[in-house]
């Protein structure tokens, strides 16, 4: 496979990544390098752990995770997408809003986004590309396009202030939906 198509396959991976970043940049949590490095490694970590996964497992494991895998990618980020559209409507002095870069959180997103990797890594098994490559490039594209998200979600954060945390709740439950569809159709 050559390097623009395995490009290509990455940045189809990381756009749900993105997305989740882009929200997460709007809740004000985002500020500093760290939790941007936290989302950025987390996000490129999984999108590039899960296709390994899969390319190890090959076809024995995807007829046991292809009947139930869009459900678990929906339920995580429904969950996590009803929480924080929660947490914007609240008003200020109701608690602590939800941090995405940190904790179960974070890695209920890392994963919930990396689902779809686990396909392609079985893909992968199945033409004999090379897995080294592949996942390095997944992973790297994924922490880019995770920072990019970030910082435009910021952007957009400062401008509208919490009614952008409730969009970006809604946001991941639409992904979440379109996971689901995807598969069912």
Do not use: N
């Not at 970043?21 to 760290?34: D, E, P, V």
């Amino acid at each position: 496979m050559s390097f623009p198509e395995i490009l290509l396959i990455a940045l189809g991976l990381a756009m749900d990544a993105f997305a989740v970043c882009l929200c997460a940049g709007t809740t004000g949590f985002i500020t500093g390098s760290r939790p941007v490095f936290r989302l950025a490694f987390h996000f490129g970590l999984f999108q590039a752990l899960m296709p390994t996964l899969g390319w190890l497992a090959g076809f024995g494991v995807e007829r046991y995770i292809a009947a139930f895998d869009h459900w678990i990618a929906f339920g995580l980020l429904a969950f996590v997408g009803v929480r924080m559209a929660r947490s914007g409507l609240a008003a200020d002095d109701d608690g602590p809003c939800i941090d995405p870069s940190r904790g179960r959180t974070l890695v209920m997103l890392a994963v919930a986004t990396s689902i779809d990797a686990l396909a392609v890594g079985l893909s992968f098994a199945v033409l004999r590309i090379s897995i080294v490559w592949a996942v390095i490039v997944i992973g790297v594209v994924a922490a880019l396009m995770s920072i990019l998200g970030i910082r435009l979600g910021g952007r957009l954060g400062q401008a509208f202030g919490k009614r952008m945390e409730v969009v970006g709740g809604l946001v991941l439950v639409i992904i979440g939906i379109r996971v689901v569809i995807s598969h069912l159709l």
